[in-house]
Nanobody, 121 residues
Framework: QVQLVESGGGLVQPGGSLRLSCAVS????????MGWYRQAPGKQRELVATITSGGSTNYADPVKGRFTISRDNAKNTVYLQMNSLKPEDTAVYYC???????????????WGQGTQVAVSS
């Protein structure tokens, strides 16, 4: 019943910006960590950034200083603001969230369908 839907991907020139959104819907008791991952053609999926329910953030080295992850707990939504984009940022970006649907359940991880980000001249 838990679903994650991403939006905001597209084609931008180097140095441009994009803002990705991911909304979690369904039966939700609580959401712990939320995050963004990406997968470039021919490469493995890698961590981009994570954010806890309290707002603590973690970033992969290649995006530090350029990307900002945030969340709106009232809307069950996580965002990724991407600035100063580089060609090497080109990838499919996936959001995920650790969700429990009932107070007595442990957290389970859910993934979005992915959204394409292309950075090219």
């Amino acid at each position: 019943q838990v679903q994650l839907v991403e939006s905001g991907g597209g084609l931008v020139q180097p140095g441009g910006s994009l803002r990705l959104s991911c909304a979690v819907s369904g039966t939700i008791f609580s959401i712990n960590v939320m995050g963004w991952y990406r997968q470039a053609p021919g490469k493995q999926r890698e961590l981009v950034a994570t954010i806890t329910s309290g707002g603590s953030t973690n970033y992969a080295d290649p995006v530090k200083g350029r990307f900002t992850i945030s969340r709106d707990n009232a809307k069950n939504t996580v965002y990724l603001q991407m600035n100063s984009l580089k060609p090497e940022d080109t990838a499919v970006y996936y959001c995920n969230a650790a969700v429990t649907r009932r107070w007595f359940e442990s957290f389970s991880t859910y993934w979005g369908q992915g959204t394409q980000v292309a950075v090219s001249s």
